[in-house]
């Protein structure tokens, strides 16, 4: 099942999921290290910036999706955008539609809040890009990441 839940009712059952994010996904991991910032998350929930999506299972959480909604620089007449800030699943779960489940509820819930637009990213190591496009996301931006520290 995924739902909207609030940081202050989810972030004691992220932080053992964390590590596994990290593990799986994490990039530069002998430079840079896992350091959630949870007071800088727990302001963003205050002033209406976190938006997060859960994934339970016999209400045990298995995995979320977490953006920050703001208005866009760039487009401050447009209404706010969400980006994606990260989102993982337990590899246990990810079988049975879990994935589409989540975003869909992304979607559904960023519309109800009157988001404009929504930006997802994966990692080239693990690309979604078929889960995304199936679910209708267009293939925009590509990225690009230089480590400047430890070089």
Same mark, same amino acid.
């Not at 840079?32 to 002033?47: T, W």
């Not at 489940?101 to 890009?129: A, I, P, Y």
């Given at each position: 099942?995924?739902?909207?839940?609030?940081?202050?009712? !989810?972030?004691?059952?992220?932080?053992?999921?964390? #590590?596994?994010?990290?593990?799986? &996904?994490?990039?530069? *991991?002998?430079?840079? %290290?896992?350091?959630?910032?949870?007071?800088?998350? %727990?302001?963003? @929930?205050?002033?209406?910036?976190?938006?997060?999506?859960?994934?339970?299972?016999?209400?045990?959480?298995?995995? $979320? !999706?977490? !953006?920050?909604?703001?208005?866009?620089?760039?487009?401050?007449?447009?209404?706010?955008?969400?980006?994606?800030?990260?989102? $993982?699943?337990?590899?246990? $779960?990810?079988?049975?539609?879990?994935?589409?489940?989540?975003?869909?509820?992304? +979607?559904?819930? &960023? #519309?109800? *809040?009157?988001?404009? #637009?929504?930006?997802?990213? !994966?990692?080239?190591? @693990?690309?979604?890009?078929? &889960? =995304? +496009?199936?679910?209708?996301?267009?293939?925009?931006?590509?990225? =690009?990441? %230089? &480590? =400047? %520290?430890?070089?």
């Amino acid at each position: 099942m995924a739902q909207y839940e609030r940081w202050e009712n !989810c972030v004691d059952e992220m932080r053992p999921i964390w #590590r596994h994010h990290w593990n799986e &996904l994490g990039l530069d *991991r002998g430079v840079i %290290k896992q350091d959630m910032d949870e007071e800088r998350y %727990k302001n963003m @929930q205050s002033s209406g910036v976190l938006h997060i999506i859960t994934v339970r299972a016999d209400g045990k959480l298995v995995g $979320y !999706c977490i !953006c920050f909604v703001v208005p866009h620089m760039h487009y401050k007449s447009a209404g706010e955008m969400a980006l994606a800030d990260m989102y $993982y699943i337990l590899p246990a $779960y990810r079988v049975g539609g879990a994935g589409v489940k989540m975003f869909k509820e992304v +979607e559904r819930t &960023l #519309r109800n *809040r009157g988001v404009t #637009r929504g930006h997802m990213s !994966c990692k080239v190591h @693990q690309d979604h890009q078929a &889960l =995304f +496009e199936r679910l209708g996301w267009e293939f925009t931006d590509k990225t =690009f990441s %230089k &480590l =400047f %520290k430890g070089n």
